[in-house]
């Protein structure tokens, strides 16, 4: 089994910055990317970014220049660096992990709420 969870979500203004951080424990070998998806109430889940083992990164084209991805294998950790914050940017951030055949692993979620 493998257990992700999620901080550094908060209100943040328009403009704002905040970084999102998920630390993933248990059965980490079968993990290969990584990366995080948002979800605002009636709106699809969409792709905000991934990144693989070897640290190659896709990104949302409604983030990209704006969000940064990282991750450090050493602290089996996942980072979302997010710049210039916009309202809509406001949704629940979930952590998953790829772990091939035996699908993915989700952390809880945590809220984004950006102020105009």
């Known amino acids: 089994q493998v257990q992700l969870v999620e901080s550094g979500g908060g209100l943040v203004q328009a403009g704002g910055s905040l970084r999102l951080s998920c630390a993933v424990s248990?059965?980490?070998?079968?993990?290969?990317?990584m990366g995080w998806y948002r979800q605002a109430p009636g709106k699809q889940r969409e792709l905000v970014a991934r990144?693989?083992?070897?640290?190659?990164?896709t990104y949302a084209d409604s983030v990209k220049g704006r969000f940064t991805i990282s991750r450090d294998n050493a602290k089996n950790t996942v980072f979302l660096q997010m710049n210039s914050l916009k309202p809509e940017d406001t949704s629940v951030y979930h952590c998953?992990?790829?772990?091939?055949?035996?699908?993915?692993?989700w952390g809880q979620g945590t809220q984004v709420t950006v102020s105009s």
């Open positions: 248990g059965s980490i070998f079968s993990i290969n990317d």
């Open positions: 998953f992990a790829d772990r091939g055949a035996f699908g993915n692993a």
């Open positions: 990144i693989t083992r070897g640290g190659s990164t």
